[in-house]
């Protein structure tokens, strides 16, 4: 059995279809895509890839398997999608998420297509597994496929523990060990086990921290506000959404910087926007919170006519309102599962919490800041002053 | 400057009245008392004392103050608090805590008069330091207290960092490098500075985490309300409260083996008493959840009389409210000092998790659970079914 | 399946056997003899007990036992042999080792006669376990026995990391978790296999730099001395060896300062002996670098006639030679297993550092220190002057 | 101040001027250079970069320089140097060294052409700092210069931890909170103070260690070959070599791709040349051992030759004899500050096994290797059995 060690879960044993399925373009492919994209401008030590998540998660999905007691056929297709549930990532990750389901409709999880007449799917024959039901178990159905894809997913355990290793933020650092061991099937739902509402709990608030200080940090988002506008430049400038979504991190700093060199050297070089307006939802009128893409660039436009500056010096940054997931997990309290809303007292505490840290921005480069937070006050009807 | 390796904060950095402070016998005897009394029976790993805690308050003290700009006498004053602020723990510390007020009226951040007459004071006096301020910056009075006893007190800090090392639940691993960074004093205050919320969030969940996981954990609270009556046997057994009070661990066990020899060896070998009772608040009838030490004493011995029992076979086992002393932590927001429960929608989700963890138990040795439990719904108006 | 979190080795899950044996006397005794006996007086942080380390060992067996492909009724001999391995010590370990074997002829891995007529003994039987086959494991006997007891045992992997984990000090985290899966048998010894000369070696660097910077600690070693002459005059003062030797710390520390009351109070609240005489093989005469115990106490009695001081206050402390053991560990090499001294260049260096640093010591209370250094310069023919 | 979270020092703390350098291209460009280019097709943990190693680096001098007593100037010049020590570093770090060295002459230490004219150099005069003063640390030169590169210097210690803590593996984790403590200067050498020899021995331990594991695994080995001729043939299709100095990671690797496509997707998917020949120095002829460039390049035509492959289907790889320049670090002993190699009898020992783990390879594609292999052998005169 081929081991391979990490630094978060040490040894990690592989079984032969993921030995084989590890030196596929694909899987390969991630050691070149960054598992926190931008965070890395705010945390210099995330450098971390999706192909070492990738195998973090195959070991929790190993060792779940295991203390479920599932095995066989089930099993290896289980650990088949543990292996490859990161293949559709676009380069920068969720960063090109959305930018690629404009064009193509298609989730990061939805990677049947991406497989079709590579070296993964031979290898997945090769090994007897199909790759459609593969597939499957990465978009999250039937039972298994919770286990990749859902409230308790194995993919949060491992990108929870991991983000914190590497970003030496505490906050994500859950006890997985526990998780594990206490996952537990009842009614076809994947349940943790009798006195754990705790246990979940952690789950729910690790990830909500980690949001907060880690994933939703404004400089990030500044920085993935730019990477997203100038990919939506280099598609518009010729560059097909297939090839596209096929690049890694690296192919893409290269391209922008080559057909989009204006945001693509300030990427590289970390030379970012400032935030000109950054407001709460109290701050922001209701229609301005539910902007999507298409109001985000009118009022682009609208704001850099305004203020006298390019339509390439502004953009506006209005995030989806927060999801809790989680908060849908189910644990057996007095034996009968239930959902962690109506067993836990702070799951509503949570969710107003997340509410709260919501934050609308208009990004511009420093100089113009005050004329883009002039323009931008009178155009989406919102108080420039900043809440931190 | 002496240094001494933690395991916690790697080098600890002693200034010259700590190092003599370190020689005498109030500190040197927290080598005997163990941080977490019971718990260790149920973490094993977690046999750390408050000699060590006490270095790392003192080290985070220090780091405060520097981050705080406090240098001079007041620091000098301080940082001996923080090395002092629990010699006048009683073995076992918050376990014998109650059995010694009950007797003397003191909490155990009372040491004033523990240090007099002491090498302790002669120390202090030849640092040019002021036993009686420093014991009352040990009671938390003054702008410096609260860095000890507060809200936001560096106890706290290092307790929740070493306690999750030991124990090896991760949920106590704050970001204290932060915490500490970020104080600041307003209008007399100790506040974190503005952009903090989620920092003084993370405190409180913490600490709630570990409540529940570690600090409440009912095998560590069977065995302590073992050792709580243990004690008050031993006392009206003729020791008498001020030598019991400066009792060591090993003193305490010795001593129980000796004169309460029945519960003295449960505790030593593990051998403990099991759940009859286990009810949650609105399991248990208000006038129950309100008992007091003298109605506990007259339940066991009711119920004791009732299920046929010896009377130290029962214990009856009602803690107090929770209470959520961090939640009047206080933070910055938009440049105001506000307390955390009005600035986080977050804590009352904590606070009603909290409620809802509340467990009151009646235990007896396993042999007795039936009869005792039987006997315990009677007098208690409980059901005795478990609550987990 | 019972799980214990370990600080360490995060959950150790136990077997039936294991889990009762876990509830005996002779385990929990374990609670309260802490691993480092006197090394917490340096490194405070260092209050593990051997409870928790006999976990580790037990753990580490099973994960070497499931990498080797045993299991069945060898494996649960030898489960039960790890999690027993350390039951015959006696109260600080390996300080009081000496005085025991001196009375009885008993070293620590001989456990038979003391599981005889206990619960333990009554336990393994229960789980169609040989008390007696148990017992020649613990002392290393058998193909088996070598993984409890031998130069690649488990038992030193576990402390090592443990020790590191708990002190602070780095160097013993060995990569444990390819140690374990690296071990093979071959024509009936215990080998790493292929590729693992560096492996061996990183276990034999880790051993000397822990001994020189923790477990040989001159304060340490102050301590231990004392501890030694003390628990000798505690014999001599009528507590039985049969006794002594089921002692935990808590019982020798209350004995010592009944009965030993001079040398008991400084050890328990850290007042030691200071270095008269510091030197090393090159600086100390032959034979006294051979004293035994005998030789030992008659210098002592001459050094303290000469400098005037009572008998009690001088102790003079020739540790033997320096062992090195984990030397003959066995690698395999271009296909065959060699003994590691002969597979590594660096074994020598090893060795001749450890030489090195070979110490010997006459301690006397600080006050005593000139005229016992004066005269200890007389009787043994040695330089006082430290060699640090 | 500005503080940055680490993942290994936690939070560091940056003064005005290195603010500023932070934001410099020089600096920026670290962020796309990995510390251990090829090393992570090994140990995947391990993407960690130059960026973040610099800035541990600035914080060591820091501590350093604070338990040293140096302030002022001299300290302001010493941290810009420490923040800077790598900026001289091409793609790949030290894989592509060499290929740079044999075309401009310059090694990675020599920024002062570097730094010329560029916004890095307009930093430091505003900070009154001079950059050939800055530079002439970085090479080393005058007291403060072996702090930055010398054999006790703080890059050294960054490394170590930093790269245990991103493989994974342990045998990094120096104690370098002591060694920063203990650094002192005599008669202008840095030394370690007394008592520090183990301490000097752990940092030679670890590097060789961490050699043998990490740095010269020849998977990593193999992909450096390969990468080093890809960029001799890259710089001779026409890439200036100025140009190529000033590259990132992902400027190599999507030129490699376009100019050197067979070598380029290999590298880029992992697809890597295996071993045809492995020897230690026993079994390779001493002139093979003494091979420069040019004779590499002469002996892989020959044996392409001979084997009948393309001539880029062969790499001959002879690493230069292993160099142990820790072995003159200088600790104090006995007040005498000597060279650890007088002072300790490990130094040889690690000498020796340093030389035993010598080889030298000759890789081919797979398919080539047993052709590869035979001819190599005719041509170097060497035995193709692998020695592993």
Redesign the interface.
């Known amino acids: 059995m081929k081991?391979?060690?990490?630094?978060?879960h040490?040894?990690i044993t592989l079984d032969d279809a993921a030995a084989d399925l590890l030196?596929t373009?694909a899987v390969?492919?991630l050691?070149?895509v960054?598992q926190l994209s931008t965070v890395?401008l705010v945390?210099?030590?995330?450098?971390?890839?999706r192909?070492?998540h990738s195998?973090g998660v195959y070991h929790l999905a190993d060792r779940a398997l295991a203390h479920l007691g599932v095995d066989g056929d089930r099993a290896r297709h289980l650990r088949a999608a543990a292996l490859l549930h990161d293949v559709g990532h676009g380069p920068y990750g969720h960063q090109t998420e959305e930018v690629i389901r404009r064009r193509t409709g298609r989730h990061h999880d939805e990677i049947r297509d991406l497989l079709e007449g590579t070296d993964a799917a031979a290898v997945l024959r090769d090994h007897d597994l199909d790759p459609d039901r593969v597939a499957a178990i990465v978009r999250g159905e039937g039972e298994l496929g919770q286990l990749v894809s859902g409230e308790l997913d194995v993919d949060r355990m491992d990108y929870l523990v991991r983000d914190a290793?590497?970003?030496?933020?505490?906050?994500g650092?859950?006890?997985h060990?526990?998780l594990v061991?206490e996952l537990d099937y009842r009614e076809g739902h994947l349940v943790l086990a009798?006195?754990n509402v705790?246990t979940a709990?952690?789950l729910l608030?690790a990830r909500a921290?980690m949001d907060?200080?880690v994933y939703r940090h404004h400089v990030s988002r500044i920085a993935g506000a730019m990477l997203e506008r100038a990919s939506e430049r280099l598609l518009a400038a010729g560059t097909g959404v297939e090839e596209f979504r096929r690049m890694a991190?690296?192919?893409l700093?290269?391209a922008l910087r080559r057909e989009v060199p204006d945001l693509g050297r300030r990427i590289?070089?970390?030379?970012l926007f400032k935030r000109a307006v950054w407001t709460d939802l109290s701050g922001t009128p209701a229609d301005v919170a539910e902007f999507d893409h298409a109001d985000e660039r009118d009022a682009e436009r609208e704001i850099a006519d305004r203020a006298g500056v390019g339509s390439d010096e502004v953009i506006v940054d209005v995030p989806g309102r927060p999801t809790f997931t989680e908060a849908g997990s189910r644990v057996v309290?007095?034996g009968v599962p239930q959902r962690l809303e109506d067993a836990?007292?702070?799951?509503?505490?949570?969710r107003?919490?997340q509410?709260?840290?919501w934050r609308m921005g208009v990004y511009a480069p420093e100089a113009c800041v005050p004329a883009v937070a002039a323009a931008a006050e009178d155009v989406l009807g919102v108080r420039a002053g900043r809440?931190?």
Not at 165 to 171: I, Q
Not at 268 to 271: G, L, Q, T
């Open positions: 081991a391979i060690k990490d630094s978060v040490d040894y030196d373009r390969q492919r050691r070149h960054k890395r945390y210099p030590s995330a450098s971390h890839t192909f070492e195998l290793h590497h970003t030496g933020v505490p906050y650092t859950i006890d060990g526990r061991r009798e006195g705790q709990e952690s608030v921290l907060a200080t991190d690296h192919d700093l290269v590289e070089y970390r030379d309290v007095d836990s007292e702070l799951v509503s505490g949570l107003a919490a509410r709260a840290g809440t931190a």
